[in-house]
Each structure stands twice: as C-alpha cells, then as structure tokens.
C-alpha cells in the first residue's frame, strides 16, 4: 500500500460526497475492505485518501417488505442472507451464503461486490435477474442505473469516480417463483467460482404453466451473462 494514503472517515453522507467530488478519481470508498485492501497492498491502486463509510448514518438500513428488498451500500452479506432467504430472495442469499468464509460475509458487502465488478462476483448472476436497480448519488445530484447497465466489464462499472452507491433496489419476488444459486468451484469451500448460475421460475398454480423464467451465468465472461428473460 502507498505510505501516503490519507484515510477520511465520513460521518455523514454529504461529507463521504464532497469528499468524492473534491478528489475524483485520487479517492476511493472504503466500505468492507475485503477487496480494496488486497488491491492497495497488491500495488493495483494507489489513490490519495480512502473514504470510509462505515459510519454514515442510513447506509447500513436493510428493508425487505412487500415493495422488494432494499440493502444499504453498509449491507453485509450476513445481513442479507439472514433476513432475505425468509422473503423468497432464495438465489441472492444462497449467493451471499456462499461468499468466502463468515470473515468475510461479515465484513464484507453486497454493494462492494457490485462495484468491484469482478467477472467471480457470486452476487451478480443472482442481482440480475432480479433486475436490481442501483442508486447513486453525487453532490447535488442523485441517478439509478439498472445492474445490467451498470457492470460494463471487468473491474469496470457505470459508476463515475464522485458518485457513491447508497443503496441497490429490487422489486418483490412474484407469488409462484422458485429460485436456485448454483456455484461451482475448484474446491469445496471458500473458493472463487468457476461458474455461478442464479435461476428463477415463476409457475402460474392454476395451469402449472411457468409464466416467467429468468437465469444469469456468472464468472464465464468478462461480465456476468444476463440470460434473458423467456
Ligand atoms: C478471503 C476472501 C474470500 C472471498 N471470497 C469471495 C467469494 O467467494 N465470492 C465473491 O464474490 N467474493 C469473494 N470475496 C470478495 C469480497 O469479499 C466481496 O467482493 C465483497 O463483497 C466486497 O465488499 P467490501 O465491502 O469488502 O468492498 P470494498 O473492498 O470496501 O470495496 C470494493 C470496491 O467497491 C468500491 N465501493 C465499495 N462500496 C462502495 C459504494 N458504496 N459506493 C461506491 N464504491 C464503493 C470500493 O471503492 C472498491 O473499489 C472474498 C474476499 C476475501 C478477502
């Protein structure tokens, strides 16, 4: 790591982004660290201040009700694969389940599995077929951008040097839907996928028709595959 990175812990949200927009691309967020670290001490990044979120008021809420699931940019995957899988989210908190060892899921968040945008990311596949939405803001500005959008290859996003991510919407989970996450690898634990697939079907219960049938491959491209819709 580069001796002279300054580290700004942000206490609130306009603090984190006039810290962004004073320093564009010379800043990093720091949510977890369990990317960022390696890449610092790998000598891949080399920025001037790292901002560390952690203490922003409201990025850490987590919502899972009848309008879908809401997880804050300081969501961990414990926190999401503790309270989603009870709410039908069953492909995403499979996936959160399975990053790393509890460390890691601990510590660790979904939003900085998204931004990280490594083809390996496990909650990918899983976000996109959810048709999970990220919100952004900036100072005095705020956008959405859908995830299939969002990821443009890899290690490479939509999201511009001064924009925080603060939090990733999805819709609810339609009565009659089944979901699957299967993640393969070279070994049987704490292992970077080889592939990873995110399912969901949904049947109507009166015909046993499926109505919708949605999947997405992760780690076989430079980014995840959305398979469509069908
Ligand atoms: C031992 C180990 C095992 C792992 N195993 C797996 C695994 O099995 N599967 C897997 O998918 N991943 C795995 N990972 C990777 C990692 O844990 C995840 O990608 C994690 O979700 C990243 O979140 P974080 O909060 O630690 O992000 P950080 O490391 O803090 O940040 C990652 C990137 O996202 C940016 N960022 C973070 N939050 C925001 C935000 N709100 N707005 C804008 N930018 C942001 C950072 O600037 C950085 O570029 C593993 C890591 C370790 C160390």
């Given at each position: 790591m580069a001796s002279t990175v300054q580290f700004h812990a942000a206490t609130s949200l306009e603090d984190a982004l006039e810290r962004l927009d004073q320093l564009g691309s010379e800043a990093r967020v720091l949510a977890g660290g369990t990317d960022l670290m390696i890449q610092l001490q790998g000598g891949q990044l080399s920025p001037r201040e790292l901002v560390h979120i952690?203490?922003?008021?409201?990025?850490a809420d987590f919502a899972v009700d009848e309008q879908g699931l809401r997880p804050g940019a300081m969501v961990t995957h414990e926190n999401l694969w503790r309270h989603a899988g009870a709410d039908d989210f069953t492909s995403l908190s499979e996936a959160a389940r399975q990053v790393g060892g509890w460390q890691t899921q601990s510590i660790g968040t979904v939003v900085g599995n998204v931004v990280n945008a490594?083809?390996?990311?496990?909650?990918l596949p899983s976000l996109l077929v959810h048709e999970a939405v990220l919100h952004l803001a900036r100072s005095g500005n705020e956008r959405t951008v859908p995830m299939s959008e969002f990821l443009l290859g890899r290690r490479q996003t939509?999201?511009?040097?001064?924009?925080?991510?603060?939090k990733i919407t999805m819709g609810p989970v339609p009565a009659g839907a089944a979901e699957a996450f299967v993640k393969v690898g070279?070994?049987?634990?704490?292992e970077v996928s080889v592939v990873a697939v995110a399912v969901r079907l949904v049947m109507d219960?009166?015909?046993?028709?499926?109505?919708d049938a949605r999947i997405a491959v992760g780690a076989a491209s430079a980014v995840p595959l959305p398979g469509g819709r069908c």
């Open positions: 952690h203490a922003v008021p409201g990025l490594s083809p390996a990311g496990d909650l939509a999201r511009e040097p001064e924009e925080l991510v603060t070279r070994r049987r634990a704490m219960p009166s015909s046993g028709v499926i109505t």
